[in-house]
């Protein structure tokens, strides 16, 4: 039964990112997002762009788990009905150790 007669809306996120590692540990790129209020609460929906840089960091704990800092930083425009400026992430993650590349061998051919 609808007491107060509020019907809640449809969020629609969509996130995207672009980036590189330059060497083992270090990731460099592009990050972004759109955000739409589909169908609204009440009245008029809300909706914003970002775009911004990304800077991963990967470095180890211990012998058998690593660490990964990522900082990325979105400039957020086209905003209708809600507030606008710059948001800022900082993700932190702990995850097994990458295992390092065993040597291949190859054989000797000889004649």
């Known amino acids: ?3 107060t007669q509020y019907q809640n809306g449809i969020d629609m996120h969509f996130d995207w990112g672009a980036s590189q590692f330059v060497t083992r540990q270090w990731q460099l790129g592009l990050v ?10 009440s009245g008029s929906g809300d909706r914003v762009l970002g775009v911004g840089p990304q ?7 211990d012998a ?6 990522n900082l990325k930083a979105y400039k957020e425009f086209g905003a ?3 507030a606008d ?10 995850s097994p150790a990458a295992t390092a ?5 190859r054989a000797l051919i000889t004649k």
Do not use: K, S
């Open 55 to 61: 800077v991963g960091y990967v470095f180890p704990i």
């Open 32 to 41: 972004g997002y759109v955000y739409d209020q589909l169908p609204c609460d």
């Open 1 to 3: 039964m609808r007491v």
């Open 80 to 82: 209708a009905n809600r």
């Open 101 to 105: 590349p065993t040597a291949t061998t």
């Open 64 to 69: 058998t788990h690593q660490g990964y800092l």
């Open 85 to 94: 400026g710059w948001n800022v992430w900082l993700t932190f993650a702990i």
